[in-house]
């Protein structure tokens, strides 16, 4: 068996995507020359070099547990660390020889000797704790996908989920009809190349519907924007990021689209035309997300740790908001464009007011990186005005939190996952929350009670979940390829 540098430099590369440290993959991307190799990534499976690793692991194991007779010997699992340590290894193979020649000799003992350690695993049914688990006969699953499915998103209007993917494809499954995986669009992105269109062969990163749910926008690590209709034709191609784009967003009116890219800038585009309105290059690194606080002023934050507030036509910031410590993951207007919510790496959740330059609230609770937030559609201005606003976080430290935030406190911490969390997603009416983590569940829970009320499992880890506009479905992607929607009626 013989490997290159450039396969095990994809293979770290792709961990580092499917494990949501986008920006450091793409940063090993640029140094490492990915776009060179002639390796072919949508042929590659999801967490291959995990397999490998695993395989790896298990050979080292084999090698000490296998006597030379070829009888089995029982061993301690070994870690990672001891495996790549020959010392660790041969100190393994002489215990275990020294166990297997003490169980070979005859037992002099009166009957109440020790019971032996047994080798085989154990597994554990999921506990739902009071929660539903969703049948199987409840859930779809829609294969296409030929990699990694890093977001969808559902029509607002209808039940048509858009899924974006790490194959260079969007997809959009028409779920109207309880319709299965054979009723999807396949919307290709490619590039001009001698003349010809070839497939870009780069992630699709983000997704967006407008409002009326008539056009969906994508974002790619190609670096362009594309507008689809949702019979799936290309009805405009947006092309002045130099770089991949990590987010885009229609604004309300639905005649801009904003997004944000490594190339530490903010484009706003005119939708119809698919002409770049105004740029913004106020970050002095990678722009990691956008949201519109009205359909012309928005917020953007990056890895330089700063959060501007710009608006069209303006050539400065009217607002920057600064006293996060490491990259700032993602911001969320709430739904009257009042108080800004931001996430960072450096494990807090800010809220801040255009009213003051210093944060409104600085919860600090989550024990790691908190990777996405999410308002609850509730509130003034809202469909459900006489239900508090709620504010939900997702950390790696396999935790969801929910804040009452005129307190600025927690009212509950979602603890059921046991991988990092990088979804979440509040129900139409607000009194549900989904979310999606890498241990490949599915959790719903009741909002106002922080009880779990459903659990689905699927078979990769969850990057993205979402509901339907009437609240019914639950649409989730995950890192084996695999999208599907739960099925909540009755």
Known sequence: ?????????????????????????????????????????????????????????????????????????????????????????????????????????????????????????????????????????????LRGHESEVFICAWNPTNDLLASGSGDSTARIWNMNDNSNSANQLVLRHCI????????????????????????????????????????????????????????????????????AGVDKTTIIWDASSGNATQQFAFHSAPALDVDWQSNQTFASCSTDQCIHVCRLGMDRPMKTFQGHTNEVNAIKWDPQGQLLASCSDDMTLKI??????????????????????????????????????ILSSASFDSTVRLWEVERGTCIHTLTKHQEPVYSVAFSPDGKYLASGSFDKCVHIWNVQSGSLVHSYKGTGGIFEVCWNHRGDKVGASASDGSVFVLDLRK
């Open 352 to 389: 801040w007011s255009m009213r003051q330059d210093s944060c409104v609230h600085d919860l600090q609770a989550h024990s790691k990186e908190i990777y996405t937030i999410k308002w609850s559609p509730t509130g003034p201005g809202t469909n459900n005005p006489n239900v508090p606003l």
């Open 192 to 259: 001009q190349r001698g003349g010809t269109e070839v497939p870009s062969n780069k992630d699709v990163t983000s997704l967006d519907w407008n409002c009326e749910g008539t056009l969906l926008a994508t974002g790619s690590y190609d670096g362009y924007a594309r507008i689809w209709s949702t019979d799936g034709r290309l009805v405009n191609t947006l092309g002045q990021h130099k770089g991949p784009i990590f987010a885009l967003k229609w604004n309300k009116r639905g005649n801009y689209i904003l997004s």
């Open 1 to 141: 068996m013989s490997f290159s540098s450039d396969e095990v430099n994809f293979l770290v590369y792709r961990y580092l995507q499917e494990s949501g440290f986008v920006h450091s993959a793409y940063t090993f991307g640029i140094e490492s020359h990915i776009s060179q190799s002639n390796i072919n990534g949508a042929l590659v499976p999801p967490a291959a070099l995990l397999n490998i690793i695993q395989k790896g692991l298990q050979y080292t194991e084999a090698e000490i547990s296998i006597a030379e007779d070829g009888s089995e010997r029982c061993i301690e699992t070994l870690s990672l660390i001891d495996a790549v340590m020959p010392d660790v290894v041969e100190s393994r193979k002489q215990a275990a020889v020294k166990t297997q020649n003490v169980k070979s000799e005859p037992s002099n003992t009166n009957g109440e000797g020790e019971t032996s350690q047994s080798c085989t695993n154990h597994t554990t049914n999921m506990e739902v704790d009071g929660g539903v688990e969703i049948p199987s006969s409840k859930a779809t699953i």
